[in-house]
């Protein structure tokens, strides 16, 4: 099973038109370019809403010798600078300012206050996936998730939920992997997710109200349930069978970005706006309107 990338390093916006966001640097490979449409993200990704730059702009590639990303310039008409200066390739540190057309780019050491992965946690992550406990350090994860009177078979009890809902219309849109773009509309409450590739299963429980398919091949079909809980208003989301893929949630929490990886043994509260990392695939919960 893949394991998570994490350098312990973010990139937050300071000037331009997405002045205060903040984007993990989750991956190895790192290109920052123009987002096609506002809110854009994808792993890998720095996507920026800023008509001063490339649609592919500046790539950054972790160095693991030296614990640095290296820049690369990649536009044709636009430049790239680093502390005020234009550059082709620069080796970045913590506090570096890297300007693209109007935006300027600190880098910064990732907050992990609200549960994010930091560097020297990946060893135990590693154990943890191989014992199957669960080391991420924030109340995102718990176990033992069916309370009393929420057994498979209680339908009353899920009947009641749902008649008594005020959940606003939601989608789940796919912001990376080979269905990027698609929006799919979250009409039901008891939710089944998982791949395209249709598989012998035992008996499906009937009150499960809704299935969604994505086309990733990290995930196996109906691996995933998502059950909307009022008072949280939130989906509570656990897996049902083997995922071949790390799993991680990225969450916006009071102007700060974190990400945290998803225990297989575990249940999470997924949020509007939200983010999952499966495989190849960004997954994003959206309010719809």
């Given at each position: 099973m893949?394991?998570?990338?994490?350098?312990?390093?973010?990139?937050r916006v300071s000037q331009g038109p997405d002045k205060?966001?903040?984007?993990?640097?989750?991956?190895?490979?790192?290109?920052?370019?123009?987002?096609?449409?506002?809110?854009?993200?994808?792993?890998?990704?720095?996507?920026?809403?800023?008509?001063?730059?490339?649609?592919?702009?500046a790539d950054m590639t972790w160095d693991d010798e030296l614990k640095a990303y290296r820049l690369?310039?990649?536009?044709?008409?636009?430049?790239?600078?680093?502390?005020?200066?234009p550059?082709?390739?620069?080796?970045?540190?913590?506090?570096?300012?890297?300007?693209?057309?109007?935006?300027?780019?600190?880098?910064?050491?990732?907050?992990?206050?609200?549960g994010g992965v930091a560097p020297e946690r990946i060893g135990q992550i590693h154990e943890a996936r191989r014992t199957g406990t669960t080391v991420v350090n924030h109340d995102l994860a718990y176990?033992?998730?069916?309370?009393?009177?929420?057994?498979?078979?209680?339908?009353?009890?899920?009947?009641?939920?749902?008649?008594?809902?005020?959940?606003?219309s939601m989608f789940i849109e796919i912001l990376g992997g080979a269905q990027q773009g698609l929006r799919l509309p979250m009409t039901g409450f008891q939710i089944q997710l998982g791949g395209t590739r249709v598989e012998p299963l035992p008996d499906t429980p009937s009150w499960w109200d809704q299935d969604l398919t994505i086309e990733e091949d990290a995930l196996p079909y109906?691996?995933?349930?998502?059950?909307?809980?009022?008072l949280e208003k939130a989906f509570e989301v656990m897996f049902t069978r083997p995922v071949a893929a790390a799993i991680t949630l990225e969450r916006r929490t009071d102007g700060?970005?974190?990400?945290?990886?998803?225990?297989?043994?575990?249940?999470?509260?997924?949020r509007p706006f939200d983010?999952?990392?499966?495989?190849?695939?960004?997954?994003?919960?959206?309010?719809?309107?």
């Open positions: 893949a394991l998570m990338f994490s350098c312990g390093l973010q990139v205060g966001r903040t984007f993990p640097l989750d991956s190895a490979e790192v290109t920052i370019g123009r987002a096609r449409t506002p809110g854009d993200r994808a792993p890998g990704w720095v996507l920026l809403n800023d008509p001063q730059i490339s649609r592919i702009h690369a310039h990649r536009s044709d008409t636009n430049p790239t600078e680093v502390n005020g200066l550059i082709k390739e620069a080796l970045l540190k913590i506090g570096d300012h890297v300007k693209v057309g109007s935006s300027l780019l600190d880098i910064q050491q990732a907050d992990f206050r609200f176990r033992n998730p069916i309370r009393e009177g929420e057994s498979r078979g209680d339908t009353k009890s899920a009947s009641r939920k749902i008649a008594l809902s005020t959940r606003p109906r691996c995933m349930a998502w059950k909307w809980r009022e700060t970005e974190w990400i945290a990886e998803m225990p297989l043994t575990s249940v999470v509260k997924i983010l999952l990392y499966v495989g190849k695939t960004a997954l994003q919960l959206v309010v719809e309107g």
